[in-house]
């Protein structure tokens, strides 16, 4: 089933919100929404991407399968998932969706667009003058300071708290504007803090390896805490929101309010220690394969002095037989 932009936006009051049929786990597969923004931001962001991979190839220069498939196909195609199928529908009728949805942006996107290296791409592809635009933007002092990586840690750290502990959600729930902000937010927040620990891409604030696991593991309990206190919570994020929807045609099916909060709180709990786990072992790959590649450096550099030194020897000797 395919569902127009109206139910993926937010506008005016629950009474207004359009009337859905029962979710369950196939619904994220079969109730997709038309959003111009995410889809805009998908086609322009794919399609760059593939023409600066199709621009090396015609050069003949390699660009690595995997980058290309974890920006296009698990980074933009998790943003198409989180931002048009059913978690996007749903996202203002169930917070417990909602929150699926919003760990997706906020740490599925930004690890697998940071893991594709569309920086290096780009530097490797544009012609000099662009170049020489993106490689001033990178030391720009804003962008030094945004990725300085206690500023990043705190931004990521805090952000989620002053969304569901403030205003600033029910905002989101009763503005188009604003629902929309709160999506790329997530995503930008996101970037902001794995962009430089993953540390492929040139991009200033990148740290050494025992600094990026340091960082990593450090999420783990915020996301954990902030779960937890979401399942303990009495009072409703979203104040009167999901009640009033029970007062409309989908009462009949929706659940309580507050069991599907304590719901939501789980998921956050669960989902942000799996991802941030899997992440911690993606760090752990590339700090492994990087020191070997140093290892393996310096038997070259230690190789050929041992040759040079032996050579020397073999000249001394010669020239003492003399």
Known sequence: MFIGSAPALATG??????????FHLSTVWTSWSF??????ITVWAVGLYLLGVLSLHRRGDRWPIGRTCAFVVLGMGAFVVASMSGLATYDTTLLSVHMVQHMVLSMVVPLALALGAPVTLALRTLPPRPRRWLLGVLHWRVVR????????FALYVVSPWALYFSGWYRLTLESA????AMHLHLVAVGALFFWPLVGID???GRVGYPARMMMTVLTLPFHAFLGVTIMGQTQLIGGDWYPRLHDTAMGSWLPDPLADQHLAGGLLWGSGDLVGLAFFAVLFTQWVRASMREAAREDRRLDLLEAREARQRAAAAGAYDE
């Open 202 to 204: 040139p991009l200033p």
């Open 145 to 152: 300071v945004l990725s300085f990586p206690p500023l990043t």
């Open 13 to 22: 009051s629950p009474l207004d919100q359009p009337v859905l049929p029962q």
């Open 35 to 40: 959003e111009p923004v995410p889809l805009v």
């Open 177 to 180: 504007y604003w629902h929309e």
